[in-house]
């Protein structure tokens, strides 16, 4: 098992990518904190992860955007298993908006979730890291990190800045073993990405179909929507890797949609 006791956070983690990736860990042996909004729905995910094994899960409240919620959670996870090993900092929302009509108080609700939510968990799981000479630090980037699209001022801003942000990660992690890196996918069917159809319609003024069709597969190689499985097998890549020869680095999971 990759992962045998090693201790993770993931954000986001009650369902979606978040689950998937919780669900790949707990089966390579970790211990994984669910950590999300909704205390309810994150400890009935880690029950149902922990009665399938070989890992365990507990949940944990966290909004990502409180640096006391981010503090108290990670302190819970270090009481109850005594550090950690790994973040996958995947908590994440999408808001689309012609940047002439994008309210900027939703500008700055999507950047707090993605980028100070990423420092915030970053900044809080660091010091346990360096404690234990090692980590593996993860963001939940896009293919949006490395292209644009339309209506997505907000989510294009922050998915590139998490590029930046790995990047430093690195370079302070390096002397203490801790690495870090992002995954950039393409569409990945969630109902984050299933909220997003009729919005892009409605505001290009085309259809439904042709949204699937033309703007989210319409660069894949095979009109693919990227799975969430797809995700956790990158993620489990980046959280076992054993040395530093990866960090700092980014990983596109998209069909060919982009290529670099």
Not at 11 to 29: H, Q, W
Not at 88 to 95: D, K, S, T
Request: glycine fraction near 10%; charge should be negative; proline fraction near 3%.
């Amino acid at each position: 098992m990759k992962l045998k006791d090693k201790i993770c956070i993931i954000t986001g983690a009650a369902r979606g990518i978040g689950e998937g990736v919780a669900k790949r860990f707990v089966a390579e042996g970790a211990r994984v904190a669910i950590a999300d909004l909704n205390l309810e729905t994150a400890e009935k995910t880690a029950a149902r992860l922990s009665a399938m094994g070989p890992g365990t899960a507990i949940g944990v409240a966290m909004d990502v955007t409180s640096e006391t919620a981010v503090n108290e959670g990670v302190a819970r996870v270090v009481k109850e298993w005594g550090g950690v090993d790994v973040l996958f900092a995947n908590a994440g929302i999408q808001i689309v908006h012609k940047i002439e009509d994008f309210p900027f108080s939703d500008w700055k609700k999507l950047l707090a979730i993605h980028l100070d939510g990423s420092f915030l968990t970053s900044k809080a799981c660091i010091p346990h890291m360096y404690g234990n000479n090692g980590g593996a630090i993860i963001f939940m980037g896009s293919v949006h990190s490395k292209e644009a699209s339309p209506l997505k001022s907000a989510y294009v801003t922050a998915k590139h800045g998490l590029l930046g942000l790995a990047r430093v990660i690195s370079k302070e992690g390096a002397a203490h073993g801790v690495r870090a890196n992002v995954i950039c996918p393409g569409f990945v069917k969630t109902p984050l990405v299933e909220k997003q159809i009729p919005e892009q319609a409605k505001e290009l003024g085309i259809s439904e179909k042709e949204v699937v069709e033309k703007i989210m597969l319409g660069e894949t190689v095979d009109q693919e929507f990227t799975t969430i499985e797809d995700v956790a097998e990158v993620a489990l890549l980046f959280a076992s890797f054993p040395t530093n020869a990866l960090t700092g680095q980014s990983l596109v999971v998209s069909h060919g949609w982009f290529m670099e």
